[in-house]
DNA sequence: GTCTATAGCCTGATAGAC
DNA sequence: GTCTATCAGGCTATAGAC
């Protein structure tokens, strides 16, 4: 009984694994069929073709298309904040540390251009994001703001840098950069276009926006 | 005879002019379904429903959807180019001016979200603007650098300033500020959310990024 | 220029056999 | 969990009568 029991538990863990595997296929399809024909152009037919499988059966691992969307909304930003965590790891405390993880959050979001639009833009507007599917967005704000305080702690910006407002000035640089990016230049992946030069340009700006009462570190 | 021929010419020109206004209003239409249902979402069905004709009918108009798409971007592009250039006619010349045009820019892309997000995100990837719908682009980008250059002159920026990076520099600063204005104020426009007093912050930094050599104006 | 009718596609989603 | 079959609807675009 023992023995059989263990057995029952060994293929549920095997079939469990297993449908997470198709979960993450259908997810790594639905990422490549928006990036062929835009955000809105996904289609669950499309997917299953390219899996193989008719349509119904995608049904079994996701109750609808939207819920598909919202599962890539939540890939999206959960590889993000890892990609903005690790850059900011190797980089120096405060100012640098900022520039490094947003510098990393375009180089993702240009390798990842439809995800980037699902989750920046909302292309698709009977598309809302559940919260649990926007949880690491508030987290990543949070990081960034503590961020700037370190840049303040140090010297390097003045305190108005570490509000809501900075995030926001921050964010503009980096999503205008993206955008006209995106926009303009479509098929060059981030640093070889003709607008990522003035990314690192706008942010040493920043001590200007918010200028430190006393220089320590530069 | 010559009456004949002078009642005919009047009919033709009145049917011109009704065919005219019929085109507007398909185009009035168009709009305000891309900003209901995304610029996506558009279809000629929902339009000739709102049109109260029948589908097929609106092929007299438009020889194909692209062709809508088409007229609302150039539609889009004139309209912005207008909005621009009588901004910079009540602005003091040189750097107010640039500061002036974009700011109305603001204005009018969020006044009219579908169309600047059809101009300037291109979210339909099988729609390409064509030459002649694109022109106004072309005609901003130099009006654009020309108002740089005479920042310049006036000793109000440095020479670095009049060039494409100089454009660039501004079109990001105004892009992201809209990017981030649309995706997460959705409804409030221009001069109302937590973004766009960023904007002339930011713009203010110009003459940090290009220092002039010696100040003449301020 | 309007209409009806229709071709020829696509889609999301469900029911039920196996 | 897979399939077939199907519902119910959408769409662009064309043909042809009036």
Redesign the pocket.
Known sequence: MGVTIDQGSERVDR?TR??QE?IEEILDIAEAVMSEVGVNG?????VARRL??????L???F????AVYDALFRRGQVANLAVMRAAMEDAEPGLPTVVASLDAACTWALAHRALAQLMFWRPVPSFEPSAEAFAPSIEMVAIQRAALADAVALGQLGPGAATEEGVYAVSIITSGTLTQAMANEPDLPWREGRFSPLFPKLMALLPALYPPKKRRAG
């Open positions: 079939r297993r449908r198709t996904l289609s669950l037919s499309e193989g499988v008719q349509p119904p059966s049904y079994k691992y109750p609808s298309l939207m």
